[in-house]
């Protein structure tokens, strides 16, 4: 079962921080059709306009502008809403690895301040992004909640220490916190732009664009890519969880491995592209595959991913075949 049959008292708030990015718009636009109440907060340092004016028109949307490295618009945001779903960060493991100051200021202090500000303003449950880099150099697979390796980047180390932190306000303050590692997440409104994309989105756009896509690596590394719809799934059955099931980290991914080349081929066919890539180095803090056991999140927050590889990245493909077109006219 996906999350659309999920039910929430009639009045229930959420507040999506993030909201005008990729993984936060998408967790809008899904409460939206639920017909719940959300706000947004974005500070528009890595998300998009479109991506909340879209909602505008809807009475049951509103939107701040705002930072979470500022602790009152936290205290503000977070008055009279139910549910969090944190997801404002700044991504990006070689970015993190040339900006250690700013990660430890956005992703560690904002996030502490967001937990802080929901303790405050006596919210029912916390839930954030974290992310399987947290696994570091673990070699074994899958990957399992209680086995983690070492950091490779500072951006690994800002989602180890929120986990930290999340375990704390539960034990501490009876707070419900909920961290969710995400596992390589695609879909629609996936920023394709920049040094920083991430591959999916990249590599359709450029395909698209007749460009020669790169391959950091020999193409061999392997991903568990997750497609979005699960991922919205897991934030709102989280925001069901048991008091018991807090203060925890949960692996959220579809279970699956794919290996980078064959992604390339698939999208490639897909798009109806003979295109030869270029292979790079790999990049530094890369770990070389991940896949993760779903077991833990099965169990406590009755996650059970509907959306398969194949059918996410199917339905990611139509949506940039129409947006990259609309872009280009
Ligand atoms: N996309 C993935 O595959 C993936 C994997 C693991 C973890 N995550 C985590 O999921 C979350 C969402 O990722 P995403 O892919 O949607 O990224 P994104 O960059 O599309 O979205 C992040 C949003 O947060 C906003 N933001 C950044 N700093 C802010 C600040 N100081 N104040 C207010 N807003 C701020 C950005 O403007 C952006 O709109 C992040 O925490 C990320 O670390 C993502």
């Given amino acids: 079962m996906g999350y659309k049959r999920l039910t929430f008292p009639k009045n229930a708030k959420f507040l999506v921080t993030g909201s005008a990015g990729f993984i936060g718009s998408n967790l809008v636009e899904a409460i939206l059709n639920l017909g719940y109440q959300v706000r947004g907060l974005d500070n528009f340092s890595t998300g998009k306009k479109e991506n909340v004016e879209e909602f505008l028109g809807n009475p049951k949307y509103e939107f701040l502008e705002g930072d979470i490295r500022d602790f009152d618009t936290c205290i503000k945001v977070c008055e009279g809403v139910d549910f969090v779903l944190h997801q404002a960060a700044w991504g990006s493991v070689p970015r993190s690895i040339e900006m250690p100051l700013l990660y430890e200021e956005i992703n560690i ?6 937990m802080e500000a929901s303790r405050q303003t006596n919210v029912k449950k916390f839930v954030y992004a974290s992310s399987s880099s947290v696994y570091g150099d673990e070699p074994n697979l899958p990957k399992i909640e209680g086995r983690e390796g070492n950091v490779l980047s500072p951006y690994a180390l800002t989602k180890k220490v929120n986990e ?7 034990n501490l303050y009876g707070l419900d916190t909920y961290g969710l590692r995400y596992f390589n997440v695609f879909g629609r409104r996936q920023n394709p732009d920049g040094v920083y994309a991430a591959v999916i989105p990249k590599f359709i756009k450029q395909l698209i664009n007749n460009e020669q896509p790169m391959i950091n690596g020999d193409g061999k590394q392997s991903r568990d890519f997750t497609y979005i ?7 709102l059955k989280a925001c069901k969880a048991s008091h018991e099931a807090g203060g925890q980290a949960y692996n959220i991914a579809y279970g699956g491995r794919e290996y980078l080349i064959d992604l390339y081929n698939i999208i490639s066919k897909a798009l109806g592209k003979e295109i030869v890539p270029k292979f ?48 280009s006219n």
């Fill in 109 to 114: 202090k904002g996030t502490l301040n967001m």
């Fill in 164 to 170: 930290e932190y999340g375990k704390l306000y539960s």
């Fill in 229 to 235: 719809e699960n991922v919205i799934e897991a934030n």
């Fill in 280 to 327: 790079g180095t790999q990049r530094l803090g890369d770990i070389k595959h991940s896949n993760a056991d779903i077991s833990k999140a099965k169990k406590f927050l009755d996650y059970d991913p509907e959306w398969d590889f194949e059918q996410g990245i199917k339905y990611t493909i139509d949506s940039y075949k129409k947006t990259i077109f609309v872009h």
